[in-house]
């Protein structure tokens, strides 16, 4: 499920970035998009070790 939604945010959000305003700005907001999604799953691999820490 993870790996849809961050699919979902780069690709598509890159794709209509690139309609709404063209091929330079797409590259620059895929990006930060990128970014955003390494940070989503960062934050997502680091509760997982948390959750398996309190578990044990």
């Not at 700005?25 to 960062?42: E, K, M, S, V, W």
């Amino acid at each position: 499920m993870l790996w849809l939604v961050i699919f979902v945010l780069v690709v598509v959000g890159t794709g209509l970035i690139g309609l709404i305003w063209g091929a330079w700005h797409a590259l620059q907001g895929g990006l930060c998009l990128l970014g955003g999604a390494a940070l989503i799953a960062g934050l997502w691999f680091l509760l997982s070790l948390i959750q398996r820490w309190v578990e044990e």
